[in-house]
């Protein structure tokens, strides 16, 4: 019996060609909802992007934010945090300082970057969101870094990084988490919490930021516009975002 779903939000709830959730997939969780099971967001997204997004008329009963790196429960409240390592952050200041990478930096009070180039602006457009706020780093604790440029050059940032590793969700763009971290590792906390393990759970996803809670859960369906290594890990492939995808992969596995 499934008692838990964890919703990835970009290209799964929130369609970018309508800038919208799909009304089969608002039904479908309010159908849920009604049947008893916990719905929760699994996002590599903060809470001051997800309050601009269509998701934020929708109840949901717990954030599993920024990869992992903060939870909270349907309140808002602080389940827990993971922030990243004081040295790595330090090494990550430095180089914000450089302005040789684009870099947004998150903390509990959202995002702010260095500077900003064309594949910033590419990379925030691919999920409807605006660039972040020009800001500097005021010695708050970091739960996330977003680095932005070309893949092969930013996969040399964790080597400077001993306690930190990439979750990739853009060509041009990739999250920088502590290494214990990312979706999974936050899903497992979450279900601790609510006395349930991973075999109560199921999980949406498109991205391959979500490659790990979909194989983890006990059952993780891939969206039909997903990406297709995506695909191939997981227990199903639904239907395409626009083509209710939520809603048909619910009827099939009897949830609704």
């Not at 109840?59 to 409240?77: A, H, I, P, S, W």
């Not at 983890?216 to 891939?222: C, I, L, P, R, T």
Request: glycine share 8%; charged share 30%; aromatic share 8%.
């Amino acid at each position: 019996m499934i008692k838990t779903i964890f919703f990835d939000v970009d290209g799964t709830l929130v369609s970018h060609k309508t800038d919208s959730v799909p009304a089969s997939t608002k039904r479908t969780l309010e159908l849920l909802r009604e049947n008893g099971v916990k719905l929760v967001l699994a996002t590599g997204r903060d809470m001051s992007q997800l309050k601009k997004l269509p998701v934020r008329d929708i109840k949901f009963d717990g954030y599993v934010t920024m990869n992992g790196q903060l939870c909270l429960d349907e309140n808002g409240k602080e389940l827990f945090g993971n922030p990243i390592d004081e040295v790595d952050t330090e090494k990550m200041i430095e180089l914000i300082k450089e302005k040789r990478v684009p870099i947004t930096t998150i903390g509990k009070e959202g995002p702010y970057i260095n500077f900003v180039t064309d594949q910033v602006v590419a990379a925030q457009k691919a999920v409807s969101s605006k660039v972040a706020p020009i800001g500097k780093y005021h010695g708050e604790e970091v739960y996330q870094f977003i680095a932005y440029g070309d893949r092969n050059e930013l996969k040399t940032l964790v080597d400077e990084l001993p306690n930190c590793k990439l979750s990739w969700w853009n060509e041009y763009a990739v999250d920088i988490i502590s290494k214990n971290g990312g979706k999974l590792a936050g899903i497992k906390k979450y279900l601790e919490l609510q006395n349930q393990t991973l075999d109560d759970a199921m999980a949406f996803g498109d991205g391959e930021n979500d490659l790990e809670m979909l194989k983890a859960v006990k059952v993780g369906v891939a969206m039909g516009n997903g990406e297709e290594h995506v695909k191939q890990i997981a227990d199903y492939v639904t239907t395409d975002i626009n083509k209710d995808g939520i809603y048909n992969a619910s009827m099939h596995y009897k949830l609704i």
